[in-house]
């Protein structure tokens, strides 16, 4: 089993910076892409940002310029620094990860539990 614990979400007003952090862990071979998504109360769940092991990030047109992901191959973290933040990016924010467990043996997508970011205006 592979879990994805996420940390770092909570209250910011608008036009500041938060940081959510998301980390790995059980019984990991390799980890393809992570990424996260992020659900807005009566909204779908909706991609944020992904990155891939060799470093390349994509990001929602909404986040673009504002929003950084980063990850930690060695120790199997992802992280997303979220700056100029608007209510709109008021969501629970999703760690994702597409996980080999063993070699050969084909990838997984593992979620994590989410944690809640709330930008007042």
């Known amino acids: 089993q592979v879990q994805l614990v996420e940390s770092g979400g909570g209250l910011v007003q608008a036009g500041g910076s938060l940081r959510v952090s998301c980390a790995a862990s059980g019984r990991i071979f390799s980890i393809n892409v992570m990424g996260w998504y992020r659900q807005a109360p009566g909204k779908q769940r909706e991609l944020v940002a992904v990155?891939?092991?060799?470093?390349?990030?994509n990001y929602a047109d909404s986040v673009l310029g504002r929003f950084t992901i980063s990850r930690d191959n060695a120790k199997n973290t992802v992280a997303l620094q979220m700056n100029s933040l608007k209510p709109e990016d008021t969501a629970v924010y999703y760690c994702?990860?597409?996980?080999?467990?063993?070699?050969?043996?084909?990838?997984?997508?593992?979620w994590g539990q989410g944690t809640l970011v709330t930008v007042s205006s």
């Open positions: 990155i891939t092991s060799g470093g390349r990030g």
């Open positions: 994702n990860a597409v996980v080999a467990t063993m070699p050969g043996r084909g990838y997984l997508e593992v």
